[in-house]
């Protein structure tokens, strides 16, 4: 089985794009875990409330095959956090999928991962694209290689799908 981390700002994720990601996945057979900065209750823009499974500091690279970053205003966090780019960096560099949706999209462009690559991300966000090299496409989910972006809560669904067929080698 196929394992995924998706990776949550503790407060301001935006709702949809965890869990209907996650469904998403988890209804092609990839597991899931979700991590974040703290332990207990995370609380989503919408007012989701999920328990992290585990603490964003403790996330290995070698225990998953997709490392994915959700978006919503609290994703911001981890646009220049040094951790986030290393687990990044390590999975782009071992053909590991790495993905973000919305604002969180800005995440892998900062963390240089994009550069030269075809990418999305929440409209108000492209600047953050282009000026770190990507090739920003407005598309609702873009796939190039093992990187896969979106732009936003509607394209959660597909966004997850997206995913789950990069992990299998589609």
């Known amino acids: 089985m196929k394992n995924a981390v998706m990776v949550i700002s503790h407060e301001g994720f935006r709702d949809e794009e965890l869990l209907d990601t996650k469904k998403s996945l988890e209804e092609n057979g990839i597991g899931v875990k979700i991590a974040s900065t703290e332990a207990g209750q995370a609380t989503g823009k919408l007012g989701a409330r999920v328990g992290p499974d585990m603490l964003f500091s403790d996330i290995k690279m070698r225990d998953f095959d997709a490392i994915i970053f959700v978006g919503g ?12 780019h290393k687990l ?4 782009a560099a071992s053909g590991k999928v790495s993905a973000g ?3 969180a999209s800005a995440t892998l462009a900062r963390a240089g991962i994009l550069k030269g690559k075809a990418a999305t991300v929440f409209p108000g966000d492209a600047q953050e694209l282009i ?7 407005a ?5 190039d290689g093992k990187i896969i972006t979106a732009d936003g809560p509607a394209s959660a669904r597909a966004f997850g799908e997206e995913i789950a067929r ?5």
Not at 88 to 91: G, S
Not at 139 to 143: G, W
Not at 166 to 170: D, I, S, T
């Open 73 to 84: 205003p609290g994703s911001t966090r981890y646009w220049d956090d040094p951790l986030a």
């Open 88 to 91: 990044l960096k390590e999975a």
């Open 101 to 103: 949706i919305c604002a």
């Open 131 to 137: 000026k770190n090299g990507a090739q920003y496409t």
């Open 139 to 143: 598309k609702p989910v873009e796939r």
């Open 166 to 170: 990069a992990l299998k080698g589609e």
